[in-house]
């Protein structure tokens, strides 16, 4: 059966419901796509543990590889095996190469898939220096992603860049591929760049944007409506924003939500910032404000670019860390467990009709 859609999902998000109603969800939301612990891990049950990493879809996937291995190469190609070929692409999996030479779909199709493509991305982005120094044109980085998924959208690094960090007139900037940082603005700068010095983006603040609007795809979704439907004058309560975003987060399949610590971050402006320094009691200069017919910034509020800059620097973005099994017995037992669960819904009837198709042996 195939998931809701996402405006599917979101009519059933809007959807009052009552206490009976909204009992299961919540139970299953209770795990769904977060980063668990091991301590939580010890508490789901073996459909939930299945679910949360999504063990039915590497299967599947593992299944389709090796059966179309099985057909096109026969005993000429990789002969390895199914024990030893599942082993191999479950341990992919687990160090995250199983991503190389694959598109945007399947990159996109797992929480996990997103995570690890987010290590893939930083690891081919180390000999940037000092990031925080580079200014970068949207499309320019986009060029950069490709190199790692070809069919990379272009549309999320724009979407990323219109709130990432301006490279501004303040400082000078280093280009990529430059060692000679020159002031934005200059004749060095404009016949480098060929373009507008508004339009540069600092590097490390656009990287982190489209890594987060990437893996929270589904909570971008999301807050895109909220502040659609609450904010007034471009700005919503910050608690309204974490109960909707969880509220909403869990309805839409598949997608991956945040650990409840790195969620109610977003109830406190960031210590050091304007919303922070009002809230910390600068009653004179905010009644002074007033006086003066100037707009006061709420600190129970906040504005969609800022929420956004806010979760990308806070929520997990990366995989855990894997450290392979010395054992070979005890790394191959939780793939075999995995397998026998979902072997009679997802490799029985697939092995049946492949069978079907290749005819008597």
Request: glycine fraction near 8%.
């Amino acid at each position: 059966v195939s998931p809701p859609s996402r405006h599917q999902a979101v009519a059933i998000w809007l959807k009052p419901s009552g206490p009976a109603a909204s009992t299961p969800r919540r139970l299953s939301a209770r795990v769904q796509h977060k980063m668990l612990s091991a301590g939580s891990l010890m508490e789901v049950s073996a459909k939930e543990y299945l679910d949360n990493f999504h063990v039915e879809f590497y299967l599947r996937d593992a299944l389709s590889q090796f059966l179309t291995r099985t057909r096109s190469e026969g005993s000429r190609g990789d002969t390895r095996s199914a024990p030893d070929f599942f082993a191999h692409y479950l341990e992919s999996v687990l160090q995250g190469e199983h991503l190389l030479g694959r598109g945007f779909r399947y990159a996109a199709a797992t929480p996990g898939n997103r995570r690890s493509f987010v290590r893939l991305l930083r690891q081919g982005l180390e000999g940037v220096r000092e990031p925080w120094c580079v200014a970068v044109m949207p499309m320019d980085f986009h060029d950069l992603v490709v190199r790692i998924c070809p069919d990379f959208p272009a549309t999320l690094v724009l979407e990323a860049a219109e709130h990432a960090q301006c490279a501004g007139a303040w400082r000078c900037w280093r280009l990529l591929g430059s060692q000679i940082p020159v002031p934005l603005g200059g004749a060095e700068m404009s016949t480098a760049a060929g373009v507008e010095g508004s339009q540069l983006r600092v590097f490390e603040s656009l990287q982190r944007l489209v890594e987060f609007c990437f893996v929270y795809s589904e909570l971008v979704f999301v807050m895109k409506h909220v502040f659609a439907e609450e904010a007034v004058f471009g700005r919503v309560s910050r608690t309204t924003l974490v109960s909707e975003l969880r509220r909403g987060g869990r309805a839409l399949p598949g997608g991956a939500l945040p650990s409840e610590g790195k969620l109610l971050r977003l109830l406190a402006a960031p210590a050091g910032t304007a919303q922070a320094a009002e809230a910390s009691g600068a009653s004179s200069g905010s009644q002074r404000a007033r006086q003066e017919g100037k707009a006061v910034v709420d600190p129970e509020t906040v504005s969609y670019g800022k929420a956004l800059v806010e979760m990308a620097h806070h929520f997990d973005l990366l995989p855990p860390a894997y450290v392979p099994n010395q054992s070979p017995t005890a790394a191959a037992a939780p793939a075999a467990a995995a397998a026998e669960a979902v072997s009679a819904s997802v490799m029985g009837p697939a092995l049946e009709s492949a069978s079907v198709a290749q005819g008597p042996s």
